[in-house]
C-alpha cells in the first residue's frame, strides 16, 4: 500500500464537509428568522430580539468560516500528500505486482522498467521512466 493514511485523511474529509454543510444549514436558518423578524410590523418587534439575532449570525459566520478554513487546509494537506507518496520503481517491475492506494488498486500485466506509480483520487497512474541505457540500446 503507497499510502497508508489515505483512508484517513479521506474520512476526516468528508468529516470536515458534514461540518461545513451543518454550518451553512444553521446559517441559512438564522437569516430565515432575520428575514422572517424584518417582515413583522414595527410594533412587534423588539430591540432584544434583533440584538439575539444579530449574535446568533456572528456566532454562526464564525462557526462556517472556521469549518471552511479547516476543510481547505485538510483538502490541501491530501494534495500535497497524493503529489509527494508515489511508488518510485528503480530497476524492473515484474508482472502480477499489486500497487494500491487505499482501497482503490491495480495489477500489473506485464513487465516493465523503471516505473513511477501516483495517484490522482480517480486512478492510479503508471509512468514509465526511460533511462540512458534504454535509449541507447534501442538506437543500435
Given at each position: 500500500?503507497?499510502?497508508?493514511k ?34 413583522k ?38 494534495e500535497?500528500?497524493?503529489l509527494t ?19 482503490d488498486?491495480?495489477?500489473?500485466k ?12 480517480h ?7 526511460m ?9 543500435e
Amino acid at each position: 500500500e503507497a499510502f497508508a493514511k489515505y483512508p484517513a485523511l479521506k474520512e476526516k474529509i468528508s468529516f470536515l464537509k458534514e461540518q461545513y454543510d451543518a454550518a451553512q444549514n444553521k446559517t441559512m436558518d438564522i437569516v430565515r428568522s432575520e428575514i422572517e423578524y424584518n417582515k413583522k410590523k414595527a410594533s412587534e418587534k423588539s430591540e432584544e430580539e434583533l440584538r439575539k439575532i444579530a449574535d446568533e449570525k456572528e456566532v454562526a459566520n464564525v462557526a462556517m468560516l472556521d469549518a471552511k478554513t479547516a476543510l481547505a487546509q485538510a483538502s490541501d494537506e491530501l494534495e500535497g500528500k497524493l503529489l509527494t507518496n508515489i511508488v518510485d520503481v528503480k530497476h524492473h517491475v515484474y508482472t502480477h505486482v499489486t500497487v494500491q492506494y487505499g482501497s482503490d488498486k491495480i495489477l500489473t500485466k506485464k513487465e516493465h522498467g523503471q516505473t513511477v506509480f501516483s495517484y490522482n483520487q480517480h486512478e492510479i497512474q503508471a509512468r514509465a521512466t526511460m533511462v540512458g541505457d534504454d535509449i541507447a540500446k534501442e538506437q543500435e
